[in-house]
């Protein structure tokens, strides 16, 4: 089992959507959470971390889910430059590696 | 500010061959971490430089082996090149004093054949 699973999509939705994406973690002593953005062939860039309160960033909301060890991110409003693979990062106790998810590849269309 | 800078870009190397990826941490960053992304997927940590000591390994071969220098600055060394080695490899700068954080170069994309 992977340490950091996400559904691949596409998730192809129009301007002005909602979308959410999910993302689950095996280890229960993870530490830290976030979500990375990365566009075709760049490098992946932080989009937001993510704390058991919940927080938002304009459009953007994340939540960690402990008990159920699930991770969200809600995009409000989505506009075509949100297209994207986002990427589902965890860090473990004692720990400098971040761990990735492959990625759950956006698109959004006019 | 200059950001985290990667050389070469783009690189092509055949089977058995050896290769040395170079990386320039983002300034005020002491903490050099190396990703490799195959197509389709995350990035794997490789493993972490600071104060010119290897601190962390991921499940990556031997033939993987790595350089801080006194500036910060680090190189990827790999030995015995494989068609599977192809990927794009990030190098990653970090505070350590927030290690989490970590900052992304535009990569190196290596091809094996």
């Known amino acids: 089992r992977k340490e950091v699973e996400q559904d691949p999509g596409p998730f192809n939705v129009p301007e002005g959507a909602t979308v959410a994406f999910n993302c689950t973690y095996s280890?229960?002593?993870?530490?830290?959470f976030f979500w990375y953005r990365q566009d075709c062939r760049k490098e992946p860039k932080l989009l937001m971390s993510?704390?058991?309160s919940g927080n938002e960033d304009g459009r953007f909301t994340a939540q960690l889910n402990r008990a159920s060890q699930y991770i969200s991110l809600l995009i409000r409003d989505s506009k075509l430059s949100d297209s994207a693979t986002y990427l589902c990062?965890?860090?473990?106790?004692?720990?400098?590696?971040?761990?990735f998810g492959s990625g759950t590849r956006l698109l959004v269309r006019p | 500010d200059a950001g985290v800078t990667q050389s070469p870009t783009h690189l092509i190397k055949t089977r058995g061959q050896q290769v040395t990826l170079r990386c320039s941490p983002k300034?005020?960053?002491?903490?050099v971490s190396w990703y490799q992304q195959a197509l389709g997927q995350g990035p794997q940590f490789i493993f972490q430089y600071y104060e010119e000591e290897e601190r962390q390994r991921g499940n990556f071969p031997d033939r993987f082996s790595g350089h801080q220098f006194p500036n910060y600055s680090s190189e990827l060394n790999v030995n015995a090149l494989l068609l599977g080695d192809s990927a794009l490899y990030l190098c990653?700068?970090?505070?350590?004093?927030?290690?989490?954080?970590?900052?992304f170069g535009p990569g190196t994309r290596l091809t094996v054949t």
């Open positions: 300034s005020g960053h002491d903490t």
């Open positions: 990062v965890v860090i473990g106790l004692s720990s400098y590696k971040l761990i």
């Open positions: 993510v704390y058991s």
């Open positions: 990653a700068s970090s505070y350590s004093g927030a290690s989490y954080e970590q900052y």
């Open positions: 280890n229960s002593a993870s530490q830290s």
